[in-house]
Protein backbone atom coordinates (compact mmCIF):
# COMPACT_ATOMS: atom_id res chain seq x y z
CA UNK A 1 0.00 0.00 0.00
CA UNK A 2 1.34 3.14 -0.68
CA UNK A 3 2.55 6.09 2.47
CA UNK A 4 0.03 8.41 1.05
CA UNK A 5 -3.31 7.66 2.35
CA UNK A 6 -5.67 7.36 -0.65
CA UNK A 7 -9.43 8.41 0.21
CA UNK A 8 -11.79 7.73 -2.49
CA UNK A 9 -15.26 9.56 -1.73
CA UNK A 10 -18.60 9.41 -3.20
CA UNK A 11 -22.06 10.68 -2.61
CA UNK A 12 -25.42 10.26 -4.10
CA UNK A 13 -27.53 11.68 -1.30
CA UNK A 14 -29.27 14.55 -4.17
CA UNK A 15 -29.69 14.24 -7.69
CA UNK A 16 -26.32 12.93 -8.72
CA UNK A 17 -23.71 11.08 -8.38
CA UNK A 18 -20.26 12.25 -7.11
CA UNK A 19 -16.91 10.71 -6.56
CA UNK A 20 -13.73 12.14 -5.52
CA UNK A 21 -9.85 10.67 -4.85
CA UNK A 22 -7.97 12.45 -2.14
CA UNK A 23 -4.31 11.04 -2.08
CA UNK A 24 -1.62 12.21 0.66
CA UNK A 25 -4.10 15.25 1.23
CA UNK A 26 -4.72 16.17 -2.63
CA UNK A 27 -7.36 15.57 -4.77
CA UNK A 28 -6.37 13.55 -8.00
CA UNK A 29 -9.96 13.49 -9.47
CA UNK A 30 -13.51 14.09 -9.34
CA UNK A 31 -16.45 13.95 -10.90
CA UNK A 32 -20.08 15.15 -10.75
CA UNK A 33 -22.94 13.45 -13.21
CA UNK A 34 -26.10 14.93 -12.51
CA UNK A 35 -28.98 12.72 -12.32
CA UNK A 36 -32.41 12.10 -10.91
CA UNK A 37 -32.44 8.53 -11.15
CA UNK A 38 -29.79 5.73 -12.25
CA UNK A 39 -27.63 6.26 -9.38
CA UNK A 40 -27.35 2.65 -8.04
CA UNK A 41 -26.50 1.03 -11.78
CA UNK A 42 -23.30 4.30 -12.53
CA UNK A 43 -21.74 4.60 -8.88
CA UNK A 44 -19.72 1.87 -9.23
CA UNK A 45 -18.50 2.36 -13.00
CA UNK A 46 -18.16 5.85 -12.32
CA UNK A 47 -15.76 4.53 -8.71
CA UNK A 48 -14.31 2.58 -11.41
CA UNK A 49 -13.64 5.34 -13.80
CA UNK A 50 -12.30 7.63 -11.01
CA UNK A 51 -10.13 5.34 -9.96
CA UNK A 52 -8.63 4.40 -13.36
CA UNK A 53 -8.18 7.96 -14.12
CA UNK A 54 -5.95 8.49 -10.97
CA UNK A 55 -3.90 4.85 -11.71
CA UNK A 56 -5.15 3.34 -8.39
CA UNK A 57 -6.94 -0.12 -7.82
CA UNK A 58 -9.15 -1.12 -5.59
CA UNK A 59 -6.46 -2.69 -3.29
CA UNK A 60 -4.94 0.90 -3.10
CA UNK A 61 -7.25 2.26 -1.24
CA UNK A 62 -6.60 3.65 2.47
CA UNK A 63 -10.45 4.29 3.43
CA UNK A 64 -13.96 5.21 1.97
CA UNK A 65 -15.70 8.17 2.53
CA UNK A 66 -19.29 8.68 1.86
CA UNK A 67 -21.83 11.85 2.20
CA UNK A 68 -24.87 9.95 4.58
CA UNK A 69 -27.23 12.68 4.14
CA UNK A 70 -29.62 14.30 4.87
CA UNK A 71 -31.40 13.93 0.91
CA UNK A 72 -32.87 12.01 -0.84
CA UNK A 73 -33.60 8.65 0.92
CA UNK A 74 -32.83 6.38 -1.92
CA UNK A 75 -29.43 7.64 -2.70
CA UNK A 76 -28.78 8.02 0.97
CA UNK A 77 -29.35 4.01 1.12
CA UNK A 78 -26.83 3.59 -2.01
CA UNK A 79 -23.92 5.47 -1.27
CA UNK A 80 -24.14 3.65 2.61
CA UNK A 81 -24.63 0.37 1.27
CA UNK A 82 -21.77 0.77 -1.05
CA UNK A 83 -19.48 2.18 1.43
CA UNK A 84 -20.16 -0.28 3.84
CA UNK A 85 -20.00 -3.14 1.36
CA UNK A 86 -16.59 -1.70 -0.49
CA UNK A 87 -15.23 -1.09 3.24
CA UNK A 88 -16.60 -4.26 4.71
CA UNK A 89 -14.95 -6.83 1.35
CA UNK A 90 -11.80 -4.78 0.69
CA UNK A 91 -11.06 -4.35 4.52
CA UNK A 92 -10.26 -0.81 5.27
CA UNK A 93 -12.58 1.72 7.24
CA UNK A 94 -15.75 3.47 5.78
CA UNK A 95 -16.39 6.94 6.76
CA UNK A 96 -19.86 8.86 7.52
CA UNK A 97 -19.78 12.78 6.61
CA UNK A 98 -23.20 14.14 6.97
CA UNK A 99 -23.51 16.92 3.94
CA UNK A 100 -23.46 19.79 6.97
CA UNK A 101 -20.10 18.79 7.68
CA UNK A 102 -18.97 18.78 4.24
CA UNK A 103 -20.80 22.42 3.61
CA UNK A 104 -19.17 23.68 6.61
CA UNK A 105 -15.58 22.60 5.63
CA UNK A 106 -16.71 24.38 2.20
CA UNK A 107 -17.55 27.67 4.01
CA UNK A 108 -17.19 28.21 7.50
CA UNK A 109 -18.62 31.91 7.06
CA UNK A 110 -22.24 30.46 6.36
CA UNK A 111 -25.08 28.33 7.92
CA UNK A 112 -25.25 24.82 6.01
CA UNK A 113 -28.04 24.47 3.99
CA UNK A 114 -29.61 21.22 2.07
CA UNK A 115 -32.39 21.82 -0.40
CA UNK A 116 -35.03 19.40 0.18
CA UNK A 117 -38.66 19.41 -1.63
CA UNK A 118 -41.47 22.16 -1.66
CA UNK A 119 -38.91 24.77 -1.14
CA UNK A 120 -38.00 23.65 2.28
CA UNK A 121 -34.16 23.15 3.52
CA UNK A 122 -32.34 20.81 5.99
CA UNK A 123 -30.63 23.39 8.16
CA UNK A 124 -28.08 22.27 11.17
CA UNK A 125 -29.27 24.53 13.49
CA UNK A 126 -26.88 25.57 15.89
CA UNK A 127 -28.11 24.42 19.72
CA UNK A 128 -30.77 22.36 18.04
CA UNK A 129 -29.73 20.29 15.63
CA UNK A 130 -30.75 19.41 12.02
CA UNK A 131 -34.43 20.43 11.02
CA UNK A 132 -36.53 20.61 7.98
CA UNK A 133 -38.00 24.26 7.07
CA UNK A 134 -39.19 26.76 4.70
CA UNK A 135 -36.45 27.85 3.02
CA UNK A 136 -37.29 31.50 3.49
CA UNK A 137 -37.26 30.73 7.11
CA UNK A 138 -33.80 29.49 6.94
CA UNK A 139 -32.48 32.33 5.57
CA UNK A 140 -33.57 34.68 8.68
CA UNK A 141 -31.60 32.79 10.16
CA UNK A 142 -28.10 34.17 8.56
CA UNK A 143 -25.96 33.73 5.64
CA UNK A 144 -26.63 30.16 3.87
CA UNK A 145 -24.54 28.09 1.85
CA UNK A 146 -26.50 25.61 -0.21
CA UNK A 147 -25.36 21.83 -1.88
CA UNK A 148 -25.30 23.84 -5.24
CA UNK A 149 -21.79 22.20 -5.90
CA UNK A 150 -21.88 18.63 -5.81
CA UNK A 151 -17.90 19.12 -6.78
CA UNK A 152 -16.89 21.37 -4.00
CA UNK A 153 -19.28 18.75 -1.50
CA UNK A 154 -17.52 15.78 -2.56
CA UNK A 155 -14.45 16.98 -2.37
CA UNK A 156 -15.02 18.35 0.99
CA UNK A 157 -16.33 14.64 1.95
CA UNK A 158 -13.08 12.67 1.11
CA UNK A 159 -10.90 15.77 2.89
CA UNK A 160 -12.85 15.14 5.70
CA UNK A 161 -12.59 11.59 5.35
CA UNK A 162 -9.06 11.96 5.31
CA UNK A 163 -8.70 13.65 8.71
CA UNK A 164 -10.78 10.57 10.63
CA UNK A 165 -10.61 7.35 8.69
CA UNK A 166 -7.95 6.46 11.60
CA UNK A 167 -10.39 7.49 13.95
CA UNK A 168 -13.68 6.10 13.36
CA UNK A 169 -14.70 2.88 14.80
CA UNK A 170 -18.64 2.98 13.60
CA UNK A 171 -19.48 1.81 10.15
CA UNK A 172 -21.57 4.90 8.22
CA UNK A 173 -25.34 5.58 8.55
CA UNK A 174 -27.42 7.33 7.48
CA UNK A 175 -28.42 10.73 8.16
CA UNK A 176 -32.62 10.83 8.02
CA UNK A 177 -34.57 14.23 9.65
CA UNK A 178 -38.06 13.61 8.90
CA UNK A 179 -39.59 10.62 7.95
CA UNK A 180 -39.72 8.76 4.40
CA UNK A 181 -42.40 9.82 1.90
CA UNK A 182 -43.69 6.26 1.52
CA UNK A 183 -45.73 4.25 3.70
CA UNK A 184 -46.56 0.49 3.80
CA UNK A 185 -49.70 -0.58 2.20
CA UNK A 186 -53.24 -0.26 4.29
CA UNK A 187 -54.83 -3.22 1.74
CA UNK A 188 -55.11 -6.06 3.93
CA UNK A 189 -52.13 -8.79 3.15
CA UNK A 190 -52.79 -12.34 1.71
CA UNK A 191 -53.24 -15.05 3.45
CA UNK A 192 -50.96 -17.61 2.93
CA UNK A 193 -51.39 -21.10 2.84
CA UNK A 194 -49.28 -23.92 4.37
CA UNK A 195 -49.30 -26.99 2.01
Known amino acids: MPS???ILAFDTSAAHCAAALLRGGQIVTSRVEPMTRGQAERLMPLLEDILAEAGCAWKDLTAIGVGV?????????????????????????????SGFEALAEVSSDALPAIRAPREQVYVAVPDKGPVLMAQAEAESLGPLIMNDDADAQV??????????WQTTTLPPAPLYVRPADAAPSKDTAPVLLDG
Open 4 to 6: DPI
Open 69 to 97: GPGNFTGIRISVSAARGLALGLGIPAVGV
Open 155 to 164: CAIARITGQR
